[in-house]
Nanobody, 127 residues
């Protein structure tokens, strides 16, 4: 059984920073693609940032230049550094893994490609 546990969500003012972490346990292979996704009330879940086993990354257009995804395979931890936060970044943020070996040169940011999901952590940005 795979488990993904997110932490780091908080309430901040616009322009602030947060760092989200996700610890993976169970059957999460280091060759999986992993990523961060978010969902705001009344909106569809969207891809924020993803990373593959080669540490190639992909970002949603709205977060490019502000967010950075990284992973530590020694601790099985996925991290999302979020800078210059905006009110429109307010959402529940989810960590996810493909659950299968991911050989894509550019890891997909399509949520449908990801099989295992965490419970989410809330990020609220006030203006």
């Amino acid at each position: 059984q795979a488990q993904l546990t997110e932490s780091g969500g908080d309430s901040v003012q616009a322009g602030g920073s947060l760092r989200l972490s996700c610890v993976a346990s169970g059957y999460i292979d280091t060759r999986d693609c992993m990523g961060w996704f978010r969902q705001a009330p009344g909106k569809e879940r969207e891809g924020v940032a993803t990373i593959n086993m080669y540490s190639n990354t992909a970002y949603g257009d709205s977060v490019k230049g502000r967010f950075t995804i990284s992973k530590d395979t020694d601790t099985n931890t996925l991290t999302l550094q979020m800078n210059n936060l905006k009110p429109e970044d307010t959402a529940t943020y989810y960590c996810a893994a493909t659950g299968s070996i991911c050989i894509s040169t550019v890891p997909s940011i399509n949520p449908g490609r990801y099989h295992f999901w965490g419970q989410g952590t809330q990020v609220t940005v006030s203006s």
